[in-house]
């Protein structure tokens, strides 16, 4: 667990369309092997400090005749975004992902202020 050291706490949401591959049968849907997709997500307003991020697969478009394999990460997360990373692998075909995305963490304050 994680506790906050301000009684100010933040949350922040979104959803973000990865990719739409089957339309210009690109590499995730007509490819093979290890794929990867990164998408930079900015948040509102900054955190205070490193926020915890929650991402999941709100939508998914895949071949239903080959393995369906996925993978979906927050990478690289600062107080002000974030990178959302989908992997996919093998002979799987996706040809849509949208992802969803839920950030917590400690805001700035008014009575905040730094030095230098």
Not at 18 to 37: L, V
Not at 56 to 80: F, H, L
């Amino acid at each position: 667990m994680r506790r906050l050291s301000n009684y100010l706490v933040g949350v922040d949401q979104g959803s973000v369309p990865m990719f739409s591959d089957f339309e210009n049968d690109g590499r995730m849907w007509s490819g093979d092997g290890p794929r990867m997709r990164r998408r930079k997500v900015a948040f509102s307003h900054p955190f205070r400090a490193t926020p915890a991020v929650h991402v999941s697969i709100s939508m998914w478009d895949t071949d239903g005749d080959r393995n369906q394999r996925a993978d979906i990460s927050a990478e690289a997360i600062t107080p002000e975004g974030f990178e959302l990373v989908f992997r996919t692998w093998g002979d799987s075909r996706v040809a849509r992902i949208r992802a969803d995305w839920l950030a917590i963490g400690e805001l700035p304050h008014d009575d905040d202020w730094q030095m230098y």
